[in-house]
């Protein structure tokens, strides 16, 4: 079973037990985050794909760590003007390791029609 999930902006497919890195999180270390907006879940070959978000579906992870990325260098030059600049950055992320991939959008579905039997039973009986 896996999901496509939309976090911070940009969509991964994740799926139980994955660790990634997403962008800067609130939260702290050890905390467990639920993310709500599920665009895709496939299970076998039954998939779910919402308008634009699966309802009820939702992904639990748990938060490692927040990290800094590889260094990425910046180097400009004019030639001949004696001028160079050397910069340097490392963008941070936040490592969360996915421990659920729940769709509940079915039995959402089921209390629903339950629901609505009961109401029109009172009111016959009114």
């Given at each position: 079973m896996y999901a496509i999930?939309?976090?911070?902006?940009?969509?991964?497919?994740v799926s139980q037990d994955d660790t990634l890195y997403v962008a800067t999180q609130?939260?702290?270390?050890?905390?467990?985050v639920t993310y709500?907006?599920?665009l895709l879940i496939?299970?076998?070959d039954k998939i779910t794909v919402g308008s634009p978000a699966v309802e009820g579906a939702s992904v639990q992870a748990v938060i490692l760590d927040h990290v800094k990325g590889d260094?990425?260098?910046v180097f400009k030059k004019k030639r001949r003007k004696h001028y160079k600049v050397k910069n340097g950055h490392r963008q941070p992320y936040?490592?969360?390791?996915?421990e659920a991939v729940s769709s509940s959008?079915?039995?959402?579905?089921?209390?629903?029609k339950a629901a609505k039997p009961k109401a029109t039973a009172e009111a016959a009986a009114e």
């Open positions: 999930v939309e976090i911070a902006g940009k969509q991964y497919k609130e939260a702290a270390a050890g905390d467990k709500d907006r599920v496939a299970d076998g260094k990425v260098l936040t490592q969360i390791k996915i959008s079915a039995k959402k579905k089921a209390t629903k």
